[in-house]
Structures are given as structure tokens and as C-alpha cells.
């Protein structure tokens, strides 16, 4: 069901903890699944993300997608890690179950809120960032209509 990537994330999460004095801090949940996600960014003076780190209470994929997505972003622009979508980390992954798709926004969201935080305490715009969901589960209903 999973591939051997997603259990590999999955079995040895990368970049699990919290950064302290982050540049920005962003969490996200489903009230659907219940799942709740934190992510932490440490950006620099030329606003390259220098290390990225997750929290969750999430499900496996949850845990798989924000393990990859915190791997993808790190050592790009605030700009680039802004394109790190979902699907660009499920297919980075291999793919997953189509049940398991809503999981992997969790972690696309959460690195979008804390762009968002990072944008507000150093008063810059990011363009094409929207304000954070609190609930992933509004985005995945869009999605589907
Ligand atoms: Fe909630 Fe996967 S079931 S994040």
C-alpha cells in the first residue's frame, strides 16, 4: 500500500524536533482526522531556509510527506520553498493511497503558515502566499468540487 520511500520517511523521519528562536512558526490541523501539524523554519539574511523541522500528531503519511517536504525545502529561497506543494512531495515520495492524499496538505500548509509568521514579524510580503487555514480539511473540499 505504501511505497518503500514513504516507509522509509516514515520508519526514520528526517528533521523531527523544534528550532529554537525560529524565524517562523507555522501550525495547521484537520478537524476531519484530528491531526495537527507544527512546523518551524530557520531562515537567513538572505532569506534562504537553513534548517526546517516538524512536529506532528499525525498519521503515517503525515509524518512520510512532512519528513520529505522539510527535506525539500531546506537550502531554498523562501520563494522556492513557497512551489513545494503536496504533489510535488507525494510524488517525490512515490505517490500514496488516494485516502491518504488530504495527509500530506498538513505539511504543505503548515510550512506555508510559517512563511506566513516569518512575513509578519520581518514586515515583507511573499508574493503568492496566501493567510494560513487553520483547518487543512476547507482546502481539501476545494480541491475536490
Ligand atoms: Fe490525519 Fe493522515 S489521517 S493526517
Wanted: aromatic letters at 4%; hydrophobic letters at 40%.
Amino acid at each position: 500500500m505504501y511505497t518503500e520511500k514513504v516507509m522509509d520517511h516514515f520508519m526514520h523521519p528526517r528533521n523531527v524536533g523544534e528550532i529554537e528562536n525560529a524565524s517562523g512558526v507555522g501550525t495547521v490541523g484537520n478537524a476531519k482526522c484530528g491531526d495537527i501539524m507544527r512546523i518551524y523554519l530557520d531562515i537567513d539574511d538572505n532569506q534562504v531556509v537553513r534548517d526546517a523541522k516538524f512536529k506532528t500528531f499525525g498519521c503515517g503519511a503525515a509524518i512520510a510527506t512532512s519528513s520529505m517536504a522539510t527535506e525539500m525545502i531546506i537550502g531554498k529561497t523562501i520563494q522556492e520553498a513557497l512551489e513545494v506543494t503536496n504533489k510535488a512531495v507525494m510524488e517525490a515520495l512515490g505517490g500514496l493511497p488516494p485516502v491518504k492524499v488530504h495527509c500530506s496538505l498538513l505539511a504543505e500548509q503548515a510550512v506555508h503558515a510559517a512563511l506566513w509568521d516569518y512575513a509578519q514579524k520581518h514586515g515583507i510580503v511573499i508574493e503568492g502566499l496566501k493567510p494560513p487555514v487553520n483547518d487543512v480539511d476547507e482546502l481539501d473540499e476545494e480541491e475536490e468540487e
